[in-house]
């Protein structure tokens, strides 16, 4: 835990990129968002290095050189803590910590800390501790000798045993028990989430800090939390959207006025593994979701790699192939008109809003509309003769293109999405 919050440790910043990787690699903007990752955690950045090279250096990750002119500026300006870009193994963080003489942290291990501070509910907090101690499993130093007093005696220390395979050992029955926990945090969710199945399910996916919470509030009037900062969100939180039928205009398509509307936590390049397999709990509601908006800061001059970023997480999820909708967001910051004409014509299924501003946001819900009335299907039903309450129901739910009256019962042809579907052929069982 790098415990910057209250005193602001003075902080450098590290990265290194191979040479081979030039093309895709932008150093800048990489060092940009490293940034306003440790600002996040609240570290006083004052320099960045970078260094490119063939390959990356077994024993230091940077060159020797690199690394003892960083451990000079670190003595002379008093830096208590420098952040790497790259994953570091074990022996690169021994090695570094030998020669920088000051605290040395990963990205991953940066990305676990502010999801440790931001994790407010039960389920989020389980799966921070879950991923945090997977991470050190691999890199346990001395640092941990006093787990089996933190921990209160589950094991104790067998004879000939090291301090250091008590403690794996330690971290290891407790990763089985949180494991256990959330999956019966899990069930809980399964149960009541059943209910929420006869629903058509849309969640707001994207990389952090995109406005995925500001489009939600707008939509629904939530009051979820928004702050420009990375991470904001660690929780799911699921609102109703109620969608206005218009019944007179003559449009006869029909979708269920109501729909749930999910935001979830979102994604950064490089998010740790071990993250996305704690966070699987919560990631769920997006597998399950009928639809996905995409939410995409326009504003950001890497917003395309960020979509890829997205689109790869989802895949490593299991929660690609959905139908997608691409919301361009924060619109009001850019001023370039050539952005958004690109934007429009390259992507599909592309709206640009702001969310902050409120302005566009109705073509999002017009979007929802058109993809909820693309998986219409037709289907036909029979009612008993005098069950006509449930005929106008049809009407309400369907587009009904045929009723015939027989000897014993009405024959309807109807045309609907799945979830109506299954709740008229309910109501006619
Ligand atoms: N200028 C501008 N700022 C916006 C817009 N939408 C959101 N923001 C700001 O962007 C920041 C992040 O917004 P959030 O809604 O918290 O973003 P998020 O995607 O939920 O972020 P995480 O939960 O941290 O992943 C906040 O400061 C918002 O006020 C917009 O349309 N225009
Ligand atoms: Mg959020």
């Not at 008109?337 to 819900?365: E, P, R």
Request: a positive charge; glycine letters at 4%; one cysteine or more.
């Amino acid at each position: 835990m790098i415990n910057t919050r209250k005193d602001s440790e003075k902080t450098v910043l590290v990265c290194y990129s191979s040479r081979k990787d030039k093309k895709h690699f932008h150093y800048e903007e990489t060092l940009e968002e490293l940034k306003f990752l440790a600002e996040t955690a609240g570290a006083d950045v004052v320099k960045a290095f970078y260094q490119e090279k063939d390959t990356f250096d077994v024993r230091f990750m940077i060159g020797k050189g690199k690394a003892e002119e960083i451990s000079e500026y670190v003595t002379e300006n008093d830096i208590s803590l420098v952040i790497f870009e790259n994953e570091l193994s074990y022996t690169q963080l021994r090695n570094l910590e030998q020669k920088i003489k000051c605290k040395i942290i990963d990205k991953s291990k940066l990305i676990l800390d502010i999801f440790a501070s931001n994790a407010r509910t039960a389920q989020a907090k389980l799966q921070v501790e879950l991923a945090q101690l997977e991470y050190s499993l691999p890199r346990l130093t001395r640092q941990w000798t006093h787990l089996s007093k933190q921990f209160g005696g589950i094991g104790t220390k067998g004879p000939g045993e090291t301090q250091i395979e008590t403690d794996r050992r330690l971290i290891k029955t407790r990763i089985s028990v949180l494991k256990e926990k959330l999956l019966k945090v899990d069930e809980q969710r399964k149960t009541q989430s059943k209910d929420r199945k006869k629903f058509f399910r849309i969640s707001l996916v994207g990389y952090t800090n995109a406005g995925k919470s500001t489009l939600l509030n707008v939509l629904t009037g939530a009051n979820v939390y928004v702050e420009n900062k990375l991470f904001a969100t660690l929780d799911t939180s699921t609102r109703s959207l109620e969608l206005d039928v218009n019944e007179k205009s003559g449009d006869l398509s029909r979708y269920p006025k109501k729909v749930l509307l999910s935001d979830t936590v979102g994604f950064i390049k490089n998010l740790p593994h071990d993250l996305i397999e704690s966070f699987k709990s919560t990631l769920s509601e997006v597998v399950d979701s009928d639809l996905l908006l995409h939410v995409i800061d326009l504003s950001n001059h890497n917003f395309e790699e960020q979509m890829e970023v997205v689109k790869s997480t989802l895949e490593e999820i299991h929660a690609s192939g959905k139908s997608v909708i691409n919301v361009f967001n924060k619109a009001d910051l850019v001023k370039d008109t050539d952005v958004i004409n690109h934007v429009k014509t390259k992507f599909k299924n592309a709206v640009v809003i702001s969310a902050q501003k409120g302005l566009n946001v109705n073509a999002v819900i017009e979007k929802i509309k058109e993809e909820l009335n693309k998986n219409n299907i037709e289907k036909t039903i029979r009612l008993k003769a005098d069950e006509h309450k449930k005929l106008s129901a049809i009407y309400k739910l369907a587009e009904v293109s045929n009723v015939k009256y027989l000897k014993n019962s009405i024959k309807v042809t109807l045309k609907t999405n799945d979830k109506n579907i299954s709740y008229i052929e309910k109501l006619t069982e």
